[in-house]
Structure formats: C-alpha cells, structure tokens
C-alpha cells in the first residue's frame, strides 16, 4: 500500500471505530452521569470557592476538574477492556483476520479512545466554563484556567491510558490491579510516609485535590494567580513522562 491509500484507510477505520465508542451506549452514559455531577459540584462546591478562593480563580476550577478524575479513569480503562475482553472483541477478531497487520489496528483503536476521552474532557472543561461565565461573566479568565487544565489532565490521560494499554496486554488481574492502585495512590502514599501534606502525597497522585485546597491557605492575597511549586511541576512532569512510557511500551508490545 502506497502512502495515500495507508492514510485513507487510516482515516476510515479511525472514524468507524470513533463514531462506534461515541454512540455507545455505556459512553453517552457516563457524558450524562458526568454533566450532571459536574452540575452538582459548580452548583454546591464551587461555586462557595472551596478553595478558599473565588469560585472562578484557577485554584477552584481545578478542584472542580479534579471531581472527574475518577470517572474519567473508569471510562479509560472500560475502552480498554470491550477492546480485548468485551463486546468490541468480536469485532477485534473479525478485523485481525483481514490483511491489514494486528499492529496498525491497535495503532487505530488507540487512536480512537484516546480522541473519545478527549471528547470527554473538552465537554467537562466546556462546562466549567460556561457555568463560570453565566455567573462571573467580566471576572472569568480563559488565560488562568488554562494552567490547571494542562497540569491536572496530562499527566492523569498519560498515566492512566499508559497503564491500561500496557496492562490489559498482560493479565486481566494486572489490568484491574493497576486501577485500583491508581485510585488509591494518594492513601497508600499517605499511609507510606505518614504525612497527607507531603510534596509525594499530594503531588503523585492522579488528584491534586489536596494541594490546590491546602495551598490557597497560605496566601496573604487571596486573587493570588494559579500556579504549581517546584516540587509539585517536577512531579507531575514525572508522571506524565511515566505515562508516556507506558503507553510506548504498551504500542510496542503489541506491535
């Protein structure tokens, strides 16, 4: 296959195997038990600015992107498993039979999940937004929320697509072990060093719910800019790069 037609039939399965996670059924469920939660924490939490900042400061927006962590897990690691062990494993088997390698569908079916999981995080962002800019149209700034969306959501979408890829082609157990260790990391890093304020604890985990609640208190201006200490951005810079090779690790193994 020439070049062109690698990239044409790249961009077909692709859209297929997109459109068929978008309409499933199990994900247009989670994007309504997400809107609603995500509703009920700007509605309750938020917008009380629980990070003892203004409810439209990166501080609180961040606690607000924070809430979807776990659900934004299970709906990464649910992809990975009708891929291999569900209902999708039908049509995994239909498709290595044809004669386009193994490889390259597992290239699109990655490919596909991780644009359906982005789909997923730009509807949560948006809707933290728009809830924001209804009520503090003049005060929210696009610039500032910026930062907490980079610095919460990468290094959660590479740790966690990281793991499940590379997991799930191993064993079923290591699969569902690695997310419940990564649910429970922030307790287990506690337990460990017997400190929930510890740089690890707070920062290691795929929450970082703790530090944005905590750290606001030690402000004298309470206006004072979203930002992330040393610390806290080398860690999270670590766990992105973990993720990251993971998840080659996890393209490769199956290739």
Request: net charge neutral; charged share 10%.
């Amino acid at each position: 296959m020439n070049l062109l037609t690698t990239n044409q039939i790249f961009i077909k399965l692709f859209y297929y195997e997109f459109k068929r996670i978008l309409f499933h059924k199990f994900y247009l469920g989670i994007l309504l038990i997400g809107a609603i939660y995500n509703w009920l924490i700007l509605k309750g939490e938020i917008i009380l600015g629980i990070s003892h900042t203004a409810p439209f400061s990166g501080w609180s927006f961040g606690v607000y992107l924070c809430h979807s962590i776990p659900l934004l897990l299970f709906l990464i690691y649910f992809l990975f498993y009708q891929l291999y062990y569900g209902t999708n494993h039908q049509v995994r088997v239909l498709t290595l039979a044809t004669p386009i390698s193994p490889s390259y569908y597992l290239l699109i079916h990655c490919t596909a999940i991780l644009a359906a999981v982005l789909f997923f995080i730009t509807l949560e962002v948006t809707e933290g937004i728009l809830f924001l800019y209804s009520l503090f149209p003049l005060a929210v700034s696009i610039k500032e929320l910026f930062a907490p969306i980079c610095f919460i959501y990468l290094p959660v979408l590479s740790l966690c697509f990281g793991f499940a890829l590379y997991s799930i082609q191993i064993h079923p157990v290591f699969f569902f072990g690695s997310a419940l260790f990564l649910l429970l990391l922030e307790p287990i890093m506690a337990f460990l060093l017997q400190d929930p304020s510890h740089i690890l604890v707070e920062a290691l985990p795929l929450s970082i719910n703790s530090y944005l609640i905590r750290y606001p208190l030690t402000f004298i201006d309470a206006d004072t800019p979203f930002y992330l200490i040393k610390g806290m951005v080398i860690i999270r810079i670590f766990t992105f790069l973990l993720g990251s090779g993971c998840t080659f690790l996890g393209i490769r193994k199956g290739f």
